[in-house]
């Protein structure tokens, strides 16, 4: 049996009977409240950490750090094989089977974001991985190959969370890599600005992951062994491979824009878009959160599916109106805040985020 506790705390229980609707729309409502503002923060802390990149190092060293981030994100998107659908929908409870499930695709993310680190670092241009190369090379493909495992492993860990709907737990990780990001860029420790910028961009939520991992290993008793493979665990494994070209043609305009932008403009350009990128990215996330509480609480069997599509659909088109308003009339901060290096930043900000849009739809 697991010892982990209730999906939430007696005093969240009780905040939810005094919501109005069936306990599947409150819950699905809680969810991506709580996933919505882990979104809004960390885009607030993403901003501030290139901010503060911006007054630390130089627009063409930023532009590289930012190389390297879009790099590993891709490489993240490329290979998780639509694991994170099979958890969502798969390990929605406490039971030996669903926590198997989510140790495979652990495992199974690590190995393949990892392999596909190095496959990326061979095709990659010379001028992308440039910072990696004064750690020395070998060194610095360990390192991005290391990364690219961890945060596909975090990227689990989340979504593990929430199908046991501890929406917080999301929350609280997220604003822990907010805050320790922040200091950690004012250290030298390295000659390459860009080099630094980077793995503490990328470093700080992978060791995260890393936590996260250990925790939910630790709070599962007894240990669930990995062989033999439980009919329930084969079963999301077949689920992940079909789901995989699907979610990877829809995920892929968010994930290949930024590459294709990194590979045809110099360091102080991409800088410039990486600015407005970063929060239109996060603004995307949004949607992509609700969809996940979506794809979880329709996945149980007290579910009213068609009820809980119209509202997680109006959920998410409300939330990206404001937002492309908010971008309209904000635009000009962009300036204000990074400077008039960042103009074409201000320029193309709007333009993105209204995409988020169609993207909730």
């Given at each position: 049996m697991s010892t982990v506790g209730p999906p939430f705390d007696e005093l969240a229980a009780v905040e939810l009977e005094a919501l109005p609707g069936p306990r599947s729309d409150r819950n699905l409502i809680r969810g991506s409240a709580w996933l919505s503002v882990s979104a809004v923060g960390g885009a607030i802390g993403g901003l501030i950490f290139w901010l503060m990149s911006t007054g630390t190092a130089t627009s063409h060293e930023v532009g590289r750090a930012a190389a390297l981030f879009t790099a590993i994100l891709f490489v993240n998107f490329?290979?998780?094989?639509?694991?994170?659908?099979?958890?969502a929908r798969y390990s929605q409870d406490e039971s030996t089977s669903a926590f198997v499930t989510y140790s495979w695709a652990i495992a199974i993310?690590?190995?393949?974001?990892?392999?596909?680190?190095?496959?990326?670092?061979?095709?990659?241009?010379?001028?992308?991985?440039?910072?990696?190369?004064?750690?020395?090379?070998?060194?610095?493909?360990?390192?991005?190959?290391?990364?690219?495992?961890?945060?596909a492993m975090t990227s689990l860990v989340d979504i593990r969370?929430?199908?046991?709907?501890?929406?917080s737990w999301v929350f609280y990780r997220t604003l822990a890599v907010s805050v320790l990001r922040i200091p950690l860029l004012w250290l030298e420790p390295l000659h390459d600005r860009a080099l630094w910028i980077f793995l503490v961009a990328v470093g700080v939520p992978?060791?995260?992951?890393?936590?996260?991992?250990?925790?939910?290993?630790?709070?599962?008793?007894?240990?669930?062994?990995?062989?033999?493979?439980?009919?329930?665990?084969?079963?999301?494994?077949?689920?992940?491979?079909?789901?995989?070209?699907?979610?990877?043609?829809?995920?892929a305009p968010l994930i290949t824009l930024p590459l294709l932008v990194l590979v045809s403009v110099g360091s102080s350009a991409n800088a410039s878009f990486y600015i407005a990128w970063g929060a239109t990215a996060f603004t995307f996330i949004v949607p992509t959160a609700i969809a996940q509480v979506f794809l979880v609480?329709?996945?149980?069997?007290?579910?009213?599916?068609?009820?809980?599509?119209?509202?997680?659909?109006?959920?998410?088109?409300?939330l990206m109106l404001v937002?492309?308003?908010?971008?309209?009339?904000?635009?000009?901060?962009?300036?204000?805040?990074?400077?008039?290096?960042?103009?074409?930043a201000a320029r193309i900000l709007p333009e993105l985020v209204v995409a988020a849009i169609p993207w909730a739809v």
């Open positions: 490329a290979t998780n094989f639509g694991l994170n659908i099979a958890v993310s690590g190995i393949t974001s990892a392999l596909g680190a190095v496959a990326f670092l061979l095709i990659a241009p010379g001028r992308v991985i440039a910072p990696l190369r004064s750690m020395g090379l070998p060194t610095g493909v360990a390192v991005f190959c290391v990364f690219a495992a961890t945060l969370l929430v199908a046991l709907r501890r929406w992978a060791l995260s992951g890393i936590i996260g991992v250990a925790l939910l290993h630790r709070m599962h008793e007894p240990r669930a062994a990995f062989i033999p493979v439980p009919p329930e665990t084969r079963t999301a494994l077949r689920y992940s491979l079909r789901n995989y070209l699907p979610a990877l043609a829809e995920h609480e329709g996945g149980r069997s007290e579910m009213s599916v068609e009820g809980q599509t119209r509202l997680a659909l109006g959920v998410s088109v409300a937002a492309s308003l908010a971008a309209w009339l904000g635009k000009d901060l962009v300036t204000v805040v990074y400077g008039v290096r960042y103009e074409r």
